[in-house]
């Protein structure tokens, strides 16, 4: 989702570029009605390695001038050399490849010595390297998603009167990256005035949990809607808080009033001013690149997020709904 002000930042530099954009056949729909992407290839990781080789071969037809790979894994590799099998000789499309700095992430995690620009940004680091071809690492304002009329039409119709209420996003990807489920229960009850609505995906089964504490005030859409209508929620929302996953980066992309609740994790971070960060100044803080572990916290398991206390979250976002009036 992040990468969603790539297009937008070219097309400031680059006004007559067409820019075209391979990624997952499931983010597709995240990425159609933006106006400066012109084309979508769409990979379904269920044809393997072979399905994707085919695909990109197709892609060569299109004689690409400028290649980016924002993201650097073993996928993107495969792409940038078949549209550019004499890379290595200087011959083909100019190209970029985004460093993911892997000897400053040994420093950090294994050092605690820290060289990555301060705060940590991740819209930023995905611009940066486009300042070679002249564009800006300023991320162009928001929307950067722009959900279809029918699909908004769609998230009206589910949420009814939860319109203008408060989205929740307990779920993340590691648990370590998860702000405690009992918190979430906790707030809830601290607002008792407050509609709210849980957005997850089908394996999130312990938001049902959180939805139990105040049924008749919260709505569970967690595994029950499509990436594209919870999307669509997102931006019917008054605020969004969120852990450190992709429904935050959903929420910044479409400039809501957004709180990031952010552990362990540091390339993630949120890059807009529509957004609170609230994190701890923890010695161990960050301790691993994607949140997967181990806590290293030698004084309390889970510190980073644990100490950040429901009551604080509560204060947050009561001055944030006081500001949206």
């Known amino acids: ?19 075209q954009w ?17 084309k ?15 695909l990109v071969w197709k892609m060569r037809a299109e004689n690409f001038t400028h290649i980016y790979d924002a993201h650097n894994n073993s ?3 495969v792409i940038a050399l078949i549209l550019r099998p004499l890379g290595c000789l200087g011959i083909g499309p100019k190209f970029i490849r985004r460093s993911i700095r892997r000897w400053k992430r040994f420093l950090l995690f294994r050092f605690r010595i820290n060289k990555f620009e301060q705060p940590f940004n991740g819209q930023r680091d995905l611009l940066e390297p486009l300042q070679k071809w002249g ?12 959900p279809s009329a029918d699909v ?20 993340a ?14 707030l809830i009850a601290l607002m008792p005035e407050q509609k709210f609505v849980l957005l997850g995906g089908p394996e999130d089964s312990f938001i049902e949990d959180i939805h139990a504490v105040a049924p008749e005030r919260v709505m569970n859409l967690a595994g029950k809607t499509s990436l594209q209508v919870s999307s669509a929620v997102v931006g019917l929302s008054r605020v969004v808080i969120s852990n450190d996953t992709g429904l935050l980066h959903v929420a910044e992309q479409l400039g809501k009033r957004t709180i990031a609740l952010m552990g362990p994790a540091p390339f993630g971070f949120p890059s807009r001013p529509t957004t609170k960060i609230m994190e701890l100044d923890l010695y161990c803080r960050p301790c691993s690149k994607h949140g997967q572990g181990p806590c290293v916290n030698k004084e309390k398991f889970h510190k980073c997020l644990v100490d950040i206390t429901p009551a604080q979250v509560a204060d947050q ?3 944030i709904l006081r500001d949206t009036l």
């Open 40 to 54: 979508v290839w769409e990979f379904d990781r269920k044809t393997g390695m072979l399905g994707l080789i085919k």
């Open 152 to 171: 908004i039409e769609k998230a009206r119709g589910i949420l009814n009167d939860y319109v203008g209420a408060v989205s929740l996003a307990p779920s």
């Open 317 to 319: 976002l009561r001055s």
């Open 22 to 38: 391979i990624t997952r056949k499931d983010m597709a729909p995240l990425l159609r009605n933006h106006p400066h992407i012109h």
């Open 75 to 77: 996928r993107s590799r």
């Open 135 to 146: 564009v800006s690492k300023t991320a162009p304002p928001a929307p950067q998603i722009y």
């Open 1 to 19: 989702m992040q990468t969603l002000s790539v297009p937008s930042a070219l097309a400031l530099s680059f006004p007559e570029a067409q820019i």
């Open 173 to 186: 990807a590691y648990f370590l990256k998860r702000w405690p489920k009992d918190y979430w229960k906790q």
